[in-house]
């Protein structure tokens, strides 16, 4: 399974951007999709998830009520549109899968598969 990030760049604080993660290989439609991102000289951390069967999201504390994620089970894809951007959102930005992993497991990494990052940087 390769996991492809796209729609990264630089915006202002107040902007919003909207990530592509295109997945191939294998069908991940019963995959839990997610994303987390990793700050210069911070660790990486989870950003957003949403469980195979999409009936729940789960987001970090820091982006509630600003980013959404959703996903596309017929094109293999999964979105995060990130609204009202800061400055502290500058990360770089990695799309995962997993399957089988209970919900707190997968929020501390615990995912099968990774993409490569994608940068958001954000200015104020």
């Known amino acids: 399974v390769q996991l492809q990030a796209s729609g990264g760049g630089s915006v202002q604080a107040g902007d919003s951007l909207r990530l592509s993660c295109a997945a191939s290989?294998?069908?991940?439609?019963?995959?839990?999709r997610g994303w987390f991102r990793r700050a210069p000289r911070k660790e990486r951390e989870f950003v957003a998830l949403?469980?195979?069967?999409?009936?729940?999201?789960h987001y970090a504390d820091s982006v509630k009520g600003r980013f959404t994620i959703s996903r596309d089970n017929a094109s293999n894809t999964v979105y995060l549109q990130m609204n009202s951007l800061k400055p502290e959102d500058t990360a770089f930005y990695y799309c995962?899968?997993?399957?089988?992993?209970?919900?707190?497991?997968?929020?501390?990494?615990?995912?099968?598969?990774w993409g490569k990052g994608t940068l958001v940087t954000v200015s104020s």
């Open positions: 995962a899968a997993a399957s089988g992993r209970p919900i707190a497991t997968m929020k501390l990494g615990g995912m099968d598969y």
């Open positions: 290989g294998r069908t991940l439609s019963v995959y839990a």
């Open positions: 949403m469980p195979w069967s999409g009936d729940s999201t």
